[in-house]
């Protein structure tokens, strides 16, 4: 049989989330043209080099009810832009690495990359939404 949650339980599993494996966070460009898979390694990805470059931290708020009246847990990320134009990049997508930088969480492709990072003109702005649907959890019963 399959247990059906509630909103109270999206709640207790986000929460629990965002305080536990993804607390301390990192968003990561990536630059060359591939195409993320659930079991595509850290090292398939080229992180990004423009000039000024750094991973972003997330700071995750508290769970809240989105317009669709899911529980979500917003996720803000700091601005990725450059600080001159010596060295440029073009950005394939994201990844949500630990806070090291060492383990990969997830990865993403752009919907048109490539994105342009070639002068302090050039930005990315990332929000990153964590969601849990209203669904179940799988019951044995012996």
Known sequence: MDLVGNQTWDLAVTA??????LTAN???????????TPNRPLADYTEADYSGYAKE??????????DDGSVEVLGIVGEFRPTSSTIVN???????????GVILYAAARFD??????NSTLDAIIVTVRVRVAAGGVVVTVS
């Not at 990192?26 to 993320?36: C, F, R, T």
């Open 16 to 21: 629990d989330a965002i305080a536990g494996v």
């Open 26 to 36: 990192k968003v990561a460009l990536y630059q060359n043209d591939i195409i993320p």
């Open 57 to 66: 931290a997330i700071t995750w708020s508290a769970p809240t009810l989105a």
């Open 90 to 100: 073009s950005i394939y997508g994201l990844m949500l690495v630990d806070t090291t």
């Open 112 to 117: 048109a990359p490539p994105l342009p990072m």
